[in-house]
Protein backbone atom coordinates (compact mmCIF):
# COMPACT_ATOMS: atom_id res chain seq x y z
CA UNK A 1 0.00 0.00 0.00
CA UNK A 2 1.23 3.08 -1.04
CA UNK A 3 1.79 5.86 1.73
CA UNK A 4 0.10 9.15 1.26
CA UNK A 5 2.01 12.57 0.79
CA UNK A 6 0.60 15.92 1.08
CA UNK A 7 -1.08 17.37 -1.49
CA UNK A 8 -0.33 21.06 -2.68
CA UNK A 9 -2.75 23.25 0.19
CA UNK A 10 -2.93 20.86 2.52
CA UNK A 11 -1.26 21.46 5.98
CA UNK A 12 1.22 19.42 7.98
CA UNK A 13 1.92 19.76 11.76
CA UNK A 14 5.31 19.36 11.94
CA UNK A 15 5.39 20.54 15.90
CA UNK A 16 7.61 18.45 18.31
CA UNK A 17 6.61 14.68 18.81
CA UNK A 18 7.52 14.97 22.60
CA UNK A 19 6.32 11.68 24.11
CA UNK A 20 4.96 10.38 21.41
CA UNK A 21 8.58 10.50 20.13
CA UNK A 22 9.55 6.40 21.22
CA UNK A 23 6.49 5.98 19.03
CA UNK A 24 7.00 7.55 15.88
CA UNK A 25 8.40 6.32 12.43
CA UNK A 26 9.90 8.49 9.54
CA UNK A 27 8.11 9.54 7.41
CA UNK A 28 7.79 11.06 3.70
CA UNK A 29 5.68 14.18 3.99
CA UNK A 30 5.87 15.84 0.54
CA UNK A 31 7.22 13.65 -2.62
CA UNK A 32 6.85 14.97 -5.87
CA UNK A 33 9.39 15.23 -9.26
CA UNK A 34 11.14 18.34 -7.60
CA UNK A 35 10.30 18.46 -3.58
CA UNK A 36 10.50 15.54 -1.16
CA UNK A 37 10.34 17.02 2.58
CA UNK A 38 11.16 13.80 5.08
CA UNK A 39 10.59 13.92 9.21
CA UNK A 40 12.90 11.51 10.23
CA UNK A 41 12.73 10.60 13.99
CA UNK A 42 16.30 9.75 15.33
CA UNK A 43 16.73 7.42 18.32
CA UNK A 44 19.53 8.55 20.70
CA UNK A 45 22.35 6.90 19.21
CA UNK A 46 21.36 6.25 15.77
CA UNK A 47 24.06 6.83 12.97
CA UNK A 48 22.94 7.49 8.91
CA UNK A 49 26.76 6.94 7.76
CA UNK A 50 28.40 9.25 5.57
CA UNK A 51 26.39 9.90 1.93
CA UNK A 52 25.59 12.28 -0.24
CA UNK A 53 22.57 13.56 -1.39
CA UNK A 54 21.77 14.37 -4.92
CA UNK A 55 19.79 17.68 -4.49
CA UNK A 56 20.85 20.95 -2.10
CA UNK A 57 19.28 19.91 1.38
CA UNK A 58 17.99 21.34 3.96
CA UNK A 59 18.22 19.84 7.62
CA UNK A 60 15.92 21.45 10.52
CA UNK A 61 15.90 20.14 13.77
CA UNK A 62 12.86 20.40 15.37
CA UNK A 63 13.25 18.79 18.41
CA UNK A 64 16.30 16.87 20.51
CA UNK A 65 20.03 17.47 19.37
CA UNK A 66 22.02 15.69 16.33
CA UNK A 67 25.43 15.81 15.38
CA UNK A 68 26.55 15.90 11.67
CA UNK A 69 30.05 15.57 9.89
CA UNK A 70 30.49 17.66 7.18
CA UNK A 71 34.21 17.00 5.25
CA UNK A 72 36.02 16.62 8.78
CA UNK A 73 34.05 18.97 10.38
CA UNK A 74 31.48 18.50 13.30
CA UNK A 75 28.33 20.33 13.24
CA UNK A 76 26.03 20.20 16.20
CA UNK A 77 22.34 21.16 15.46
CA UNK A 78 19.75 21.39 18.16
CA UNK A 79 16.01 22.41 17.86
CA UNK A 80 15.31 25.37 16.10
CA UNK A 81 18.36 24.97 13.86
CA UNK A 82 18.55 24.79 10.06
CA UNK A 83 21.60 23.63 8.07
CA UNK A 84 22.09 23.83 4.38
CA UNK A 85 23.99 21.34 2.47
CA UNK A 86 24.85 22.07 -1.31
CA UNK A 87 23.86 19.07 -4.34
CA UNK A 88 25.90 16.67 -3.59
CA UNK A 89 27.76 17.33 0.20
CA UNK A 90 28.98 14.56 1.73
CA UNK A 91 27.58 14.07 5.49
CA UNK A 92 26.69 11.68 8.28
CA UNK A 93 24.22 12.20 10.85
CA UNK A 94 24.06 10.96 14.74
CA UNK A 95 21.09 11.63 17.28
CA UNK A 96 22.96 12.42 20.58
CA UNK A 97 19.33 12.29 21.90
CA UNK A 98 16.09 11.04 21.23
CA UNK A 99 15.56 13.46 17.97
CA UNK A 100 13.47 14.52 14.81
CA UNK A 101 14.59 15.91 12.32
CA UNK A 102 12.84 17.88 8.80
CA UNK A 103 15.21 16.69 5.79
CA UNK A 104 14.31 19.12 2.53
CA UNK A 105 15.31 18.36 -0.65
CA UNK A 106 15.07 20.17 -3.60
CA UNK A 107 15.73 17.55 -6.46
CA UNK A 108 16.98 18.74 -10.11
CA UNK A 109 14.49 18.16 -12.68
CA UNK A 110 16.49 16.29 -14.95
CA UNK A 111 17.83 13.86 -12.28
CA UNK A 112 15.78 11.13 -10.63
CA UNK A 113 15.96 10.83 -6.69
CA UNK A 114 18.94 7.71 -6.24
CA UNK A 115 19.06 7.77 -2.61
CA UNK A 116 23.16 5.82 -1.70
CA UNK A 117 21.78 2.14 -1.05
CA UNK A 118 23.31 2.66 2.06
CA UNK A 119 21.11 5.54 3.08
CA UNK A 120 18.30 3.92 1.43
CA UNK A 121 18.96 0.42 4.00
CA UNK A 122 19.18 3.10 7.37
CA UNK A 123 16.35 5.01 6.60
CA UNK A 124 13.82 1.91 5.95
CA UNK A 125 15.00 0.90 8.97
CA UNK A 126 14.00 4.10 10.78
CA UNK A 127 10.03 3.52 8.88
Not at 89 to 106: G, N, W, Y
Amino acid sequence: MAVPHAQSGEVIDVRPLGANLAHAKTTTLIKTKSLEVIRLVLPRGKRLPRHEAPAEVTIQCLEGRIRMELDGRVVELSAGDLLYLGERAPHDVQALVDSTVLATLRLPQDHPLAWPSVLAEELSELS
